[in-house]
Nanobody
Framework: QVQLVESGGGLVQAGGSLRLSCAASPSISSINTMRWYLQVPGKQRALVAAISRGGATNYADSVKGRFTISRDNVKNTVYLQMNSLKPEDTAVYYC???????????????WGQGTQVTVSS
């Protein structure tokens, strides 16, 4: 069973930093684009950042210059370094990835369970 397991969320004061991690289970043959989304109550999930297998990145305007997405293709892990955090960054952050399972020829999209980030003012 595919799993994307996030970690690193928590409570931080405004101006502080957190690093989120998302590790994919070992039964994966390949990973294409990996993404981080956020969701606040009552709203749809919104893309925060994405990174291709080759390392190309894109960011939501609200986090440019403050957040950095990176990945380790050996560890099947994606990271989100969040600096200069603001109260409006408070949300549940979800990892998302396009995965090719061992023995499969079809790419599928998967979500992690989410990790809460709370930024106090």
């Amino acid at each position: 069973q595919v799993q994307l397991v996030e970690s690193g969320g928590g409570l931080v004061q405004a101006g502080g930093s957190l690093r989120l991690s998302c590790a994919a289970s070992p039964s994966i043959s390949s990973i294409n684009t990996m993404r981080w989304y956020l969701q606040v109550p009552g709203k749809q999930r919104a893309l925060v950042a994405a990174i291709s297998r080759g390392g190309a990145t894109n960011y939501a305007d609200s986090v440019k210059g403050r957040f950095t997405i990176s990945r380790d293709n050996v560890k099947n892990t994606v990271y989100l370094q969040m600096n200069s955090l603001k109260p409006e960054d408070t949300a549940v952050y979800y990892c998302n990835a396009d995965l090719l399972m061992v023995g499969s020829y079809t790419w599928s999209n998967y979500w992690g369970q989410g990790t809460q980030v709370t930024v106090s003012s």
